[in-house]
């Protein structure tokens, strides 16, 4: 299978209350940058771009657990970042309105990440 292909499978499989606002966000990552290519890394929906970057993790039942893991993020200072990690940060999302709510700023996020990345 295809990395898509392979996604397409894990999504489809995947139980998880907040199943919605995790195609969502696939949605909004995919949508900052052409470039955002999508496969399972850790068993889960992961992002690249030249470098690894953000991965999905479900093991939280009460909201969406996104791990941006590149050296480059304690770079991009941003509100809803959490954590004070060498090489990660964390995003956490409750629900749709909050998926909605912090739109725009992880968008930012990415691309402020991945021009970092490319140069």
């Not at 499989?13 to 940058?33: M, Y």
């Not at 739109?103 to 990415?110: G, S």
Request: aromatic share 8%; net charge negative; hydrophobic share 40%.
């Amino acid at each position: 299978m295809t990395d898509t292909e392979q996604v397409t499978a894990y999504m489809e499989a995947l139980e998880h209350p907040l199943k919605a606002e995790i195609e969502a966000l696939r949605v909004i990552i995919k949508e900052t940058d052409a470039r955002i290519l999508e496969r399972i890394k850790w068993n889960a929906p992961s992002y690249y771009c030249k470098e690894d970057f953000l991965t999905f993790n479900h093991r939280m039942q009460d909201k969406v657990h996104l791990i941006f893991h590149n050296d480059a993020i304690p770079k991009v200072s941003s509100a809803i970042l959490e954590g004070d990690y060498k090489d990660r940060r964390m995003v956490y999302f409750k629900d749709m309105t909050d998926v909605l709510a912090k739109k725009t700023e992880l968008q930012r996020v990415i691309a402020e990440l991945l021009e970092l990345i490319e140069n």
